[in-house]
């Protein structure tokens, strides 16, 4: 996306025939329309009775849009201490424009600089501007002028330099103040499903709600927050977590009118007592449990469910057997909903499409030059532990494959002590994530990533999974005695000078 002068944009609107003014526009990176177009020319005029400085309608990105979540804004510029954010509407209430301009400055504030956020509305000539206290108030012309004349004007080359994606993404177990204080925003996506969501299950159009998605699509966070709403308005809600309870929800728990408890004493909780159920992870649920509950919402009634799901985060056989997605597209008999969540916000999108080709050694990928991704090799699995135990006291976080309880475990031996295993962080997330692959790691002949000669209880390469794609900025890649898995990282990042080969086992 480019700077743009607003007296030359409206120029060009104007005066350039259709065709050269779209590829101009295609140039410049912008998706403007006539509307859009009339709100600028207005308030451009308005502010040049107040200021003839030509300097002031210089240095402009217009509809910037945060990647990954989608966050648009109008009008942006840059100083070197400050920032001026800029809403074109041709229509709005002054509550419609007090929630974007809220919103907007939640979005930059993560930007270390004074930021100052106006909202023109066309219909009613009107500027607002939130003051110091966040409150909306009308204000002149002059004041947006002033501001514009001070700023002294930043030389950006890429906008996307200030934004992270990851830092407006709340996870409702690690970041459980924010969510309890509700400072965060869903994305466009999220909000979609949620008016639905609330819509269908106050009409009593659907007894069944299915949500799904893959790490790093903000399923979690949208699930918990329609509970926590419907819990705001009085209804009763329980929430059944199909694995262990972590830190977040028992804090949760304490703090948000609702009930969360492990699916493992689900039969002694009498479920049909609550307007809400919602079953999290329910991917991982034993059949049993999975019978008992759909019995419980076949005999319900003005009752609502929702069974929030992810296929690839199965860490057991059997788990992967039962196929519990499958059996809840094949529900048929109760009014059933289903929604998908398909684009990532959490995940980094270098660690994203490096977990995706790491696991299919078919699949096409453009090779990645990341600082996101390290990779380092150990011929020595004690030598490994040493270094993963000297990144943990560093900040990084260290999550073990979970062996047997009952057995003698192949995963027994790389067992860092004091750390979280997989079943521990099961919908948790962590800016930095160390993952060890071992040598019983190999690709089969189809070209998939699996493990051989070893005895496990839970299935590796599923747990591999889970452990990268907690991952919300970096991963740290510990390698042991695995020249082949050595060779295939180092493609996907671009620096191996090897043909890639399948192993055979």
């Given at each position: 996306m480019k700077k743009v002068?607003?007296?030359?944009?409206?120029?060009?609107?104007?005066?350039?025939?259709?065709?050269?003014?779209?590829?101009?526009?295609?140039?410049?990176?912008?998706?403007?329309?006539?509307?859009?177009y009339s709100c600028l020319q207005t308030l451009v005029n308005k502010i040049q009775q107040e200021c003839a400085n030509i300097d002031i309608f210089d240095n402009y990105f217009i509809g910037y849009t945060i990647p990954q979540i989608g966050k648009e804004f109008d009008l942006l510029r840059f100083g070197q201490n400050t920032l001026v954010n800029i809403e074109l509407k041709s229509e709005s209430s002054d509550e419609k424009v007090h929630e974007q301009l809220l919103k907007n400055k939640y979005y930059l504030s993560f930007i270390n600089k004074d930021a100052y956020f106006f909202s023109y509305v066309l219909d009613r000539d009107s500027l607002f501007?939130?003051?110091?206290?966040?409150?909306?108030?009308?204000?002149?012309?002059?004041?947006?002028?002033?501001?514009?004349?001070?700023?002294?004007?930043?030389?950006?080359?890429?906008?996307?330099?200030?934004?992270?994606?990851?830092?407006?993404?709340?996870?409702?177990?690690?970041?459980?103040?924010?969510?309890?204080?509700?400072?965060?925003?869903?994305t466009n996506r999220q909000n979609q499903i949620k008016r639905e969501v609330i819509t269908k299950v106050d009409n009593n159009e659907v007894s069944l709600i299915s949500i799904s998605g893959k790490p790093g699509t903000g399923k979690s966070l949208l699930v918990y927050d329609i509970a926590k709403e419907f819990a705001k308005n009085g209804k009763t809600v329980l929430i059944i977590h199909c694995g262990k309870l972590n830190r977040g929800h028992f804090e949760l728990n304490h703090s948000i009118n609702?009930?969360?408890?492990?699916?493992?004493?689900?039969?002694?909780?009498?479920?049909?007592?609550?307007?809400?159920?919602?079953?999290?992870?329910?991917?991982?649920?034993?059949?049993?449990?999975?019978?008992?509950?759909?019995d419980k919402l076949k005999r319900s009634i003005n009752k609502s469910y929702i069974f929030s799901h992810d296929g690839e985060q199965c860490l057991h056989r059997d788990e992967i057997n039962r196929n519990i997605p499958q059996k809840i597209e094949g529900i048929s008999d109760v009014n059933h909903y289903k929604f998908q969540l398909k684009s990532k916000i959490r995940t980094n999108k270098e660690v994203a499409q490096f977990?995706?080709?790491?696991?299919?050694?078919?699949?096409?990928?453009?090779?990645?030059?990341?600082?996101?991704?390290?990779?380092?090799?150990?011929?020595?699995?004690?030598?490994?532990?040493?270094?993963?135990?000297?990144?943990?006291?560093?900040?990084?976080?260290?999550?073990?494959?979970?062996?047997?309880?009952?057995?003698?475990?192949?995963?027994?031996?790389?067992?860092?002590?004091?750390?979280d295993k997989t079943h521990d962080i099961i919908g948790q997330e962590f800016d930095d994530v160390v993952a060890l692959i071992d040598s019983s790691f190999y690709y089969n002949t189809d070209g998939f990533l699996t493990t051989r000669g070893i005895s496990t209880y839970y299935h590796s390469p599923k747990m591999l999974y889970q452990i990268l794609s907690r991952a919300r900025k970096?991963?740290?890649?510990?390698?042991?005695?695995?020249?082949?898995?050595?060779?295939?990282?180092?493609?996907i990042l671009g620096t191996s000078m090897r043909t890639e080969l399948k192993n055979k086992p």
């Amino acid at each position: 996306m480019k700077k743009v002068n607003l007296l030359s944009l409206i120029d060009s609107f104007q005066h350039l025939e259709e065709d050269i003014r779209n590829q101009y526009f295609t140039f410049l990176g912008l998706n403007f329309d006539n509307l859009e177009y009339s709100c600028l020319q207005t308030l451009v005029n308005k502010i040049q009775q107040e200021c003839a400085n030509i300097d002031i309608f210089d240095n402009y990105f217009i509809g910037y849009t945060i990647p990954q979540i989608g966050k648009e804004f109008d009008l942006l510029r840059f100083g070197q201490n400050t920032l001026v954010n800029i809403e074109l509407k041709s229509e709005s209430s002054d509550e419609k424009v007090h929630e974007q301009l809220l919103k907007n400055k939640y979005y930059l504030s993560f930007i270390n600089k004074d930021a100052y956020f106006f909202s023109y509305v066309l219909d009613r000539d009107s500027l607002f501007c939130l003051d110091e206290a966040d409150n909306l108030i009308e204000v002149d012309f002059k004041k947006l002028a002033n501001f514009l004349i001070k700023q002294d004007l930043l030389d950006i080359n890429d906008i996307n330099d200030f934004f992270n994606p990851t830092d407006y993404l709340v996870s409702p177990f690690n970041s459980t103040g924010k969510f309890i204080s509700n400072e965060y925003f869903l994305t466009n996506r999220q909000n979609q499903i949620k008016r639905e969501v609330i819509t269908k299950v106050d009409n009593n159009e659907v007894s069944l709600i299915s949500i799904s998605g893959k790490p790093g699509t903000g399923k979690s966070l949208l699930v918990y927050d329609i509970a926590k709403e419907f819990a705001k308005n009085g209804k009763t809600v329980l929430i059944i977590h199909c694995g262990k309870l972590n830190r977040g929800h028992f804090e949760l728990n304490h703090s948000i009118n609702w009930s969360i408890v492990a699916i493992k004493v689900v039969s002694n909780i009498d479920i049909n007592q609550y307007d809400l159920v919602v079953v999290d992870e329910v991917q991982r649920i034993r059949g049993s449990s999975f019978d008992y509950i759909l019995d419980k919402l076949k005999r319900s009634i003005n009752k609502s469910y929702i069974f929030s799901h992810d296929g690839e985060q199965c860490l057991h056989r059997d788990e992967i057997n039962r196929n519990i997605p499958q059996k809840i597209e094949g529900i048929s008999d109760v009014n059933h909903y289903k929604f998908q969540l398909k684009s990532k916000i959490r995940t980094n999108k270098e660690v994203a499409q490096f977990i995706r080709v790491l696991f299919d050694i078919n699949k096409k990928f453009e090779k990645l030059s990341t600082d996101n991704i390290i990779i380092k090799y150990f011929k020595n699995l004690d030598t490994s532990k040493v270094y993963m135990e000297f990144l943990s006291r560093n900040g990084w976080k260290i999550i073990n494959y979970t062996p047997s309880l009952y057995n003698r475990d192949h995963h027994d031996d790389n067992q860092i002590p004091n750390e979280d295993k997989t079943h521990d962080i099961i919908g948790q997330e962590f800016d930095d994530v160390v993952a060890l692959i071992d040598s019983s790691f190999y690709y089969n002949t189809d070209g998939f990533l699996t493990t051989r000669g070893i005895s496990t209880y839970y299935h590796s390469p599923k747990m591999l999974y889970q452990i990268l794609s907690r991952a919300r900025k970096r991963l740290n890649i510990i390698i042991v005695n695995n020249p082949s898995m050595m060779n295939r990282c180092l493609s996907i990042l671009g620096t191996s000078m090897r043909t890639e080969l399948k192993n055979k086992p």
